[in-house]
Structures are given as C-alpha cells and as structure tokens.
T-cell receptor
C-alpha cells in the first residue's frame, strides 16, 4: 500500500526559530495536506495543496506541493509556544471514490523557551 | 457551530468483548470517516460513510464495521476485541465526498483492551 515518509520524527527548537519538515511518498498523490494535532485533540487541517508546484501560506505556515507529486514540505516561521504539537502530512488520490487519506507518522515539534 | 462529537471519550474493555463507538458530525456534513491512531502505525483509514452508504474501506479485518444513520450520525463497532485494538479512534466529518480531504476531526475515543 501507499506509504508516506515524514521527517524529522521530532524537532527540539528555540522559540523564534524557523521550522522545516517534509514528507515523501513512493507513489503519486493528487492532493497533499498538512494537519496539526495537540494533546487530547484530533488533527486540525492547516493547509491543503491541489496542484503540483503549488505554494500556499496560512499565516506563518507555508507548504508546497512537490513537482513530482511525490513530496511536500511545511515551513513554520518564527515559531511560538503554541506551535507545539504533532504535524502530520497526508496524501489523497481522487480516483472517483471517496478514498481515505494516507497519513505520515508525524513530526513532533517541541519548543524550548 | 458545534464540532464533531465522539462518545465515549474513554473506554476500557477486555479481550473478546465488543465495543460500539459513536460519532456526531458537524451539522450539515454528510460524510463521516473513521481512523485508528496508534503510536506504532500512526493514523490509518478504517472506512468512510456518505448518505448511509459505506463508500470505501481501509485494510482492516471484518471485525471492524460501521454504519451511518439518516441524520449522518455514525457508529463504529469492533467485535471480538484483541489487545492490538487498543488505540485512539478518530471520527472525522466533511461536507461532501468531493471535499472529503477537508476533514474535521473529533477528539477521539481512547480504547484500551486489557
């Protein structure tokens, strides 16, 4: 089945630093998404990408859909304490059916004061 | 606007028992998906329901089943529980199948199988 390799697994950074994480796949996806999950909650959608090469921002977050459609990255600029959480990439193929999302294993972001 | 509501929040069962989890989607959302989240496997797709019909199913055994009611509320059932079924079960709703990647997740039901 499809698998997403997300890296790094965890990041320990100082407040104010920029963050970069990425996701690669062995197969093509038509849609890439980035979710954030905080303790005790379900994932929340941050950014959705629909076209190869697309670059989309949401506040301090910027994500790109790779040209090959097999990868995506997420950048967070000037991190703040509330950015702490687990960030998941997810891919989706729109093959006509309501296929589920394939998720990466997540990047744990920890911010040291 | 109320979010996705999952009940119960926590559940403890023993091997061999069965369990039913409930999910109420955001008002107006007709698609409900279920995911299993474990530390080892991450988030894995179980199935999706739209207008009371199961549209797609992930790679889980037949012990995992679900249904959707006419008001879009959904239930998930796991029979003959195994230790490996211990996980956070997340329900997510979306407006339409075509937009089913824009999922709104509930807080989940944490199932522990002893």
């Amino acid at each position: 089945g499809q698998q997403l390799n997300q890296s790094p697994q965890s990041m320990f950074i100082q407040e104010g630093e920029d963050v970069s994480m990425n996701c690669t796949s062995s197969s093509i996806f038509n849609t890439w998404l980035w979710y954030k999950q905080e303790p005790g909650e379900g994932p929340v959608l941050l950014i959705a990408l629909y076209k190869a090469g697309e670059l989309t921002s949401n506040g301090r977050l910027t994500a790109q859909f790779g040209i090959t459609r097999k990868d995506s990255f997420l950048n967070i600029s000037a991190s703040i304490p509330s950015d702490v959480g687990i960030y998941f990439c997810a891919g989706k193929n729109s093959g006509g059916g309501a296929d589920g999302l394939t998720f990466g294993k997540g990047t744990h972001l920890i911010i040291q004061p | 606007k109320a979010g996705v509501t999952q009940t119960p929040r926590y559940l403890i069962k023993t091997r061999g028992q069965q369990v039913t989890l409930s999910c109420s989607p955001i008002s107006g959302h007709r698609s409900v998906s279920w995911y299993q989240q474990t530390p080892g496997q991450g988030l894995q797709f179980l199935f999706e329901y739209f207008s009371e019909t199961q549209r797609n199913k992930g790679n889980f055994p037949g012990r995992f089943s679900g249904r959707q009611f006419s008001n879009s509320r959904s239930e998930m059932n796991v029979s003959t529980l195994e230790l490996g079924d211990s996980a956070l079960y997340l329900c997510a709703s979306s407006w339409d199948r075509g937009l089913s990647e824009k999922l709104f997740f509930g807080s989940g039901t944490q199932l522990s199988v002893l």
